[in-house]
């Protein structure tokens, strides 16, 4: 399925089955969450600058997405997580910004689910990263006083950081 222009959801989107895939050509804005199942696939790979929303939270447990996440932004206020398949998340240009208050960050496959861009707005008062994850590019924070980044896992930065 194509999203093409601007489109509103309400309510959540589940992208399943093995042919599955849910690609983004402009803006779409979910109001709740966000996942993909049993090899379903999300693609923000075109010049266009994709952009998704979403409200509530993201769960990539579906297929592998290489070579579907390399343009775009993913915009965040709930929690993000990846599943079972070592390649259920891998961003390979997709920027993915951490709005909203609190967040809990969790890759089942920390070493092969991975960010490439990765910002936490200063909105944001507390970040756990419960099993860690890896930045290949760049990791921006704009801090507040009184930010909290933490969790049991190791937050790996292969690129830069910048702090605002």
């Known amino acids: 399925m ?4 601007y489109v509103t959801l309400y309510g959540n989107v589940l992208v399943s089955g093995a042919a599955a895939v ?3 050509t402009d803006y779409l804005y979910i109001e709740g969450n966000f996942g993909t199942a049993d090899n379903g696939t999300l693609s923000l ?6 952009y998704l929303e979403v409200t509530g939270n ?20 709930g929690n993000f997580s990846a599943g079972a398949h070592p390649t259920a998340f891998i961003s ?3 920027e993915v910004f ?16 991975t960010f490439q861009r990765l910002y936490i707005d200063r909105d944001v008062t507390h970040t756990t ?3 860690g994850a890896v930045v290949n590019g ?27």
């Open 98 to 113: 951490l709005t909203g208050f609190t967040h809990t960050v969790s890759m089942t496959h920390p070493e092969t689910q």
């Open 92 to 94: 390979e240009g997709v």
């Open 22 to 24: 849910f690609a983004i």
């Open 45 to 50: 790979n075109c010049d266009c600058n994709p």
């Open 138 to 164: 760049e990791f921006g924070e704009n801090a507040e006083a009184g930010m909290i980044i933490d969790g049991a896992g190791q937050l790996v930065v292969r690129g830069s950081i910048g702090i605002a």
């Open 2 to 5: 194509t999203v093409p222009g």
């Open 129 to 131: 990263f419960t099993n």
């Open 58 to 77: 993201i769960d990539f447990n579906g297929g592998s997405q290489v070579g579907k996440l390399g343009e775009g932004t993913i915009d965040l206020n």
